[in-house]
Structure formats: structure tokens, C-alpha cells
């Protein structure tokens, strides 16, 4: 006898809704299926009534925590479409900001993973460490989300002596950081035992359903933005692609913690390496007719614009797919055969920026009858419950 | 967890008690737009406003001179995008950012 | 050889006159039109010859008569961008989904924003628009005008 289970779209804290159709079997899901929409806003309509610098604070708003790789993604393709070249301290500073923007979405991806299993305090460790990154962010870029640091031409603030130096020792914490967050991540029992084999994505599956970004990455897929098809300041930058053979969540958490420790390595050699010159080039507000494709490495994935513009100071289309769209069909797939108390770390492994459940209503699908309201909590304390009644 | 655990019991609390502590900001922080008066050049048809991406800047008319900002700080973003588009420089960002207020129509700034 | 260009040679040496556009405005990037009875041979013709292994999404512009539709591929770390246009009295084109199952979330959001009929798609629900929005209105179409109101 199966059960579906609705997880409706409501949820007040840190992430956005969706709903969730779950059909069980005992503990086990049988199918799952999702409903998306509900923080649909019209950005890609909306940006044809905006002129291109109206735009890059309207790209910035898709996400919250991947606000860099927006505009990244948006100023490179219009300065593409003009035939601008970039000056080369414009494409480092932007380049140091990605970095710093990843390593934020990555602490704060390892907070939510904990939350998610019941282990707070690697949450509250996580995201106090998450603090040194957005002093640095705030130094200098003057705000801590939504930076808009990046202009068609260049950047719009320069990065001074004293700011090297501070940003240079913030690294340095928050690589001996990464490096203990590695750990808990490779030897923790508590993480271990809720995230080992938890969530299998083998690697075919994975490439057939194209997956990206860590997620893919962890079920051994080698594909990176910044290596094949490098952007901004990457070119002149020596790095690591990091892949995982665990096809599981816990290979997710391990990608992750070392590719902090990566663009820790980044940011360093950015600082190092820093050329003098001008920041930004001079950009006319009219665009001539064309069409550009823009991609980068978002800290969730492979992130593209498209832009067509016809002659004026505003575009004819702006086509935006976000990583976390891309990865909806292979997490689906990875769910199913799992039990219901694995829902909320399979569904944050794949850093979901679009993805928040309250509201399980468990259905009875022999009889009709509505039987129970479970909240998001509620999922939350079941999983937890569930794992430790299991062991002993 | 447990030695790091240990480690934490004898470290300062990292809460600010703030309204009654402050931080210090960053310089160049940004915050309130002020505008200088004297730059500002009242015929350009509004450079500011045409570029303000929450469409925070509303002109108006000083006498039959041309026309002046009037910032609304309940949509402004906080972007800087007008102090970049003011030909004059008559626009800057100032670190004030304790700008809540009780009633709307208190947040129109006219600083003129 | 650069991979653009050894990728924009092999598709004119399959495909001949029957490809009406083929461009690289730089490295890495490919454009090709081909018209909508060609689109699923060229795919399979990526996919086995060319390697290409991921789609990355499927842009859809209203043109005015037409409909545009893109579809950009990823072979060996060069974007290949598939261009083919139907007419938007009967704008339909047939499902990839059988050569890329990638691709099932791409086609129910262009069809459901612009009401391209994907033809054979396995599951053909709205994918942003709620269900209560009325049939046959198609907001990233031209026509459909944004009401602006002011708070």
C-alpha cells in the first residue's frame, strides 16, 4: 500500500518554497515529484523594460548568496556584445570576489547541512567562521550581500594596501578553518552516519540527467567553468579541479570543504599577484544589435546568460538559467529507493537556492482521509529520531 | 568536537550588544545618499534618476531653474549608482545607516 | 586547430547546404540554424560524433512571426548554440527528451512561458506559472505588456 505525502510550499526560515509529492511505501519513497514556481518574479520580463545598468542590479537580486556570479555573468556578456576589453586589475578584483563569494555559499552550505541533521553546532561554528568572509566582503566592496562591485567595464572599487594586508590575514584563519572543517567532515561519526551513502547519484546518471557544479562533481564528473571554458581572471590563475568518487552527500560535504581550501589557495595568489592599473574602462550606454552566451562558475554550478540586444540602451532578451535548475531532475532521481528521514540533507546537498518544504500532510491513499500535519520541524526531529532509534 | 569545544568555553563572546555596544563600520561603507547642493548643476534632466535601478530618485522643480533629487529612502537600495551617473559629482554615499523611521513618509529625504 | 573550428568543419562536412547559418564570434562559441525537421539529427549527430555530453538550457525569443528557439550544447568545452525558428501561428517542435533526458525541465518552461508546443514530451505540466493562470496567455511573448503600478 502507498502513501503520497504533499510537502507544500511555506517555510520561515533561510530558503525559498517548493512542494514536494512524495509516495511511500512503508519508510521507503517510491516516487517523488515536484512542483516549482513559486518564487517565479518575472526578472527575465522585467529586464526588458530596464536599461543595461538598471540590469545589473536587477541580475543581482536572482540570488542572494550567488549575487557575484550574477553580475559576473551579466557585465561580461554586455561587454562582450560591446567589444570592451576589461583592464586587467578589473578582472582580478572581480575574480577576488567570486572566490570570496564561494567560500561564503560554502560555509554557509556546510551550516545548513548540519542544521538539517540536527547538528547545531557545527551550524553556529560554521557560520561564525562565515563572519571573518563578510568583513572582508564589507571592506571592500562597503555591504555584505548584494555587493554590486561589478560595472560594464571593470569594477567599481579598488582594492588599497591596507585591504591586502587585512584581507591576506583573513585567509589565513580561514584556511587553518577550512582545513578543521575537513575533518569533521571525513571523521565526525555524527556527520558520517546521517550523510555515508545517503543520496546515490552514479556517475552515468549523472551525466545523462546533466548534472553541475559540486553536486556533479561529487559523483565524479569533471566539469568546472573556470578550467574549461575560463572567464575574468582564471586564465592566470593555478588550480585544482576537485572531483569525489562517493556518489553520495557525504562526497557533496567533502567537495566542498576542499574547494574552500582552493580558493583560499586563489584569493592568495590574486592578492599576490595583483597588476597596477585602471579598474574600469569607459562603457556606452547603447548596445549594438547581437547576441552573446555568458557563462561562469557560480558557487552552485555552471550559471548562463543569454543576451540579445537590438541597438538601443536596453536588452531585446535576457535568458537566465540558474545551477540549482540543472541539478532538479538527479536529485529527484537520487531520492528515490531512500527512506523519507533522508529528505531534508538529500535536498540540501544539492545547495538548493530555490528550495524551502513545510506542511507534510500524509495522506492515505486507500481510505482518502487526511490523517496528519506534519511541519518541516516536525520532518527534521522525525529523520533525527529515526537515525537514532536505528542504531540502537 | 570535543577538544575545539573545550577551546570555545574560554573565548570571548562574539555578540555585540548592540544598541548599547557599537561596531565600528568599515570606512566607505554605504549608506545614506547625500547630495552637495552646489554641484549639483539643476539642468541635466536627472542623470540620477534615470539610472537608479528601485526608481528612488524622484526630480523637482526649483522655480524656473531646472530641477533638483529628492531621495526616497524607503526604496533606495543603497547601490550608488546615482553618485556614479551625477556628471558633477554632486551625489556621495555617507556611512549613516541607522535610518529606520515609524511613518513612510518620514524616509522622503529633500536635502535642499 | 582551435575545437570551435574543427567543430564548425565537421558539421558543414555532415550536413552541407542543409545547415543556412554557421558562425564563431569567439573562441569556445558556436552558432548553427538549421530548420526544426533537421534539429533532432543534428542532436543525435553531436551526441555520437562530437561528443557532447550536457545541455545546458533552451532559450526561447519572440521575433516577432516567429518563434526562436536556441538550444546550447556543450561539446569538449566548446558552446554550440542550435538555432531554429517556428511560426508563432503553430509554434510546435518535437521533444529531445528521447536523446537528452536533461532537457525535460528546459522544454516545460518554454512552453510553458512563450506556448511552444513541445510535442511528446513525457510530462507536459506548467513549470513556473500556477495553475490558475488563464490558458492561452503567454507572458515573455511581445504582446503580453507588464501593468506597472505604482506603491
Known sequence: ?392 | MFPEIWKHLFKKRATVLYPFERLNVPKDLRGKPILDEQKCSLKCKGACAIDCPAKAIVMEKVEEKGSRPVFLLDRCTFCGQCSESCPFGAIKLSEEFELAQYDRKSLVSKQW | MPAENEIQDKLKGAFGERISELKTTRGRRVFVRVPPSLVKEVISYLKQDLGMTHITTITATDVGEEIEVLYHFLCRGVTVSLRTSVPKANPAIDTITPIIPGAVLYEREIQDLLGLKVKGHPDPRRLVLPEDWPEGVYPLRKEYKVKVEEG
Open chain 1, 1 to 392: 500500500m502507498s502513501v503520497s505525502i504533499p510537502i507544500g510550499p511555506q517555510h520561515p526560515a533561510l530558503k525559498e518554497p517548493v512542494n514536494l509529492t512524495v509516495t511511500l511505501d512503508g519508510e521507503k519513497i517510491v516516487d517523488i515529484d515536484m512542483r516549482l514556481g513559486y518564487n517565479h518574479r518575472g526578472i527575465e520580463k522585467g529586464s526588458e523594460s530596464r536599461n543595461y545598468i538598471q540590469n545589473i542590479y536587477l541580475t543581482e537580486r536572482i540570488c542572494g548568496i550567488c549575487n557575484v556570479a550574477h553580475t559576473t555573468t551579466f557585465c561580461q556578456g554586455v561587454e562582450e556584445l560591446l567589444g570592451l576589453e576589461v583592464p586587467k586589475r578589473g578582472l582580478f578584483i572581480r575574480t577576488l570576489l567570486c572566490e570570496l563569494n564561494r567560500i561564503h555559499s560554502h560555509l554557509l552550505w556546510l551550516g545548513v547541512a548540519g542544521h538539517e541533521i540536527g547538528f547545531d553546532t557545527l551550524f553556529m561554528y560554521s557560520w561564525r567562521d562565515r563572519e571573518i568572509v563578510m568583513d572582508l566582503i564589507e571592506i571592500v566592496s562597503g555591504n555584505r550581500v548584494n555587493i554590486a562591485i561589478n560595472a560594464i567595464g571593470g569594477v567599481r572599487r579598488d582594492v588599497s594596501d591596507d585591504m591586502r594586508a587585512q584581507i591576506l590575514q583573513g585567509i589565513s584563519q580561514l584556511e587553518a578553518r577550512s582545513q578543521y572543517y575537513l575533518d569533521v567532515a571525513s571523521t565526525e561519526v555524527t556527520f558520517l552516519r546521517r550523510t555515508e551513502g545517503v543520496g546515490k547519484l552514479p556517475k552515468e546518471k549523472a551525466i545523462e540527467l546533466c548534472a553541475v557544479g559540486p553536486f556533479a562533481r561529487a559523483s565524479g564528473v569533471e566539469y568546472d567553468v573556470r578550467k574549461d571554458d575560463p572567464f575574468a581572471a582564471y586564465p592566470y590563475l593555478d588550480f585544482k579541479v576537485i572531483t569525489s568518487d562517493r556518489c553520495d552527500v557525504l562526497g557533496t560535504a567533502i567537495v566542498r570543504a576542499l574547494e574552500i581550501v582552493e580558493s583560499c589557495k586563489m584569493c592568495r595568489q590574486i592578492i599576490e599577484e595583483l597588476p597596477a592599473g585602471e579598474i574600469k574602462a569607459k562603457a556606452p550606454r547603447k548596445v549594438p544589435p547581437g547576441e552573446v552566451v555568458s557563462k561562469t562558475e557560480a558557487p552552485r554550478g555552471e550559471l548562463i546568460h543569454y543576451i540579445r540586444s537590438n541597438g538601443t540602451d536596453r536588452p531585446e532578451r535576457l535568458k537566465v538559467r540558474a545551477p540549482t535548475l540543472a541539478n532538479i531532475p538527479s536529485v529527484l532521481y537520487s531520492l528515490r529507493g531512500g527512506y523519507i528521514a533522508d529528505i531534508p540533507i538529500v535536498f540540501a546537498a544539492i545547495d538548493p537556492c530555490m528550495a524551502c518544504m513545510d506542511r507534510v500532510i500524509l495522506l492515505d491513499t486507500d481510505h482518502g482521509k487526511t490523517k496528519r500535519v506534519m511541519t518541516w520541524e516536525e520532518l527534521r526531529q522525525h529523520g533525527m529520531e529515526w537515525y537514532a532509534d536505528r542504531k540502537g
